[in-house]
C-alpha cells in the first residue's frame, strides 16, 4: 500500500475518485470505502482516502506486455487524483 499526499485545493472523497475513475472511462466497483478498479497491466487497483491523503493499493499483471503504458496511465491517474506530478511526488515523498 502506498499512500500520497492531495493538494489542499482538492475535495479528495469517494466521489471525486469515482467522477476520475469514469472521465478515464475505467469501469469499477466499491466495496465499503474502498473504490476497485483495474487496467491492463494492473489486475487491481485499489483506492481510498480519508479525505486529506490518497491510499493506493495495486496487483500487477506480471503476463502484460506493455508495461511502459501502464506506468504512464498510472502516474496520470495519480497526478489527476492528488493534483502532483510525479515529480512533485517523488519530491514530497523523499522529505
Request: charge should be positive; glycine fraction near 6%; proline fraction near 3%.
Amino acid at each position: 500500500m502506498r499512500t500520497y499526499p492531495v493538494k489542499k485545493t482538492i475535495k479528495i472523497n469517494e466521489t471525486y475518485v469515482m467522477e476520475t475513475l469514469k472521465s478515464r472511462n475505467l469501469e469499477f466497483q466499491q466495496e465499503g470505502d474502498h473504490i476497485i478498479s483495474s487496467y491492463p497491466g494492473l489486475k487491481k487497483i485499489e483506492l481510498w482516502t480519508d479525505g486529506k491523503k490518497l491510499y493506493v493499493e495495486t496487483e500487477t499483471d506480471t503476463q502484460y506486455s506493455n508495461p511502459g503504458e501502464t506506468i504512464k496511465f498510472f502516474n496520470n491517474l495519480l497526478e489527476a487524483l492528488t493534483g502532483y506530478t510525479t515529480k512533485e511526488r517523488k519530491k514530497l515523498i523523499s522529505k
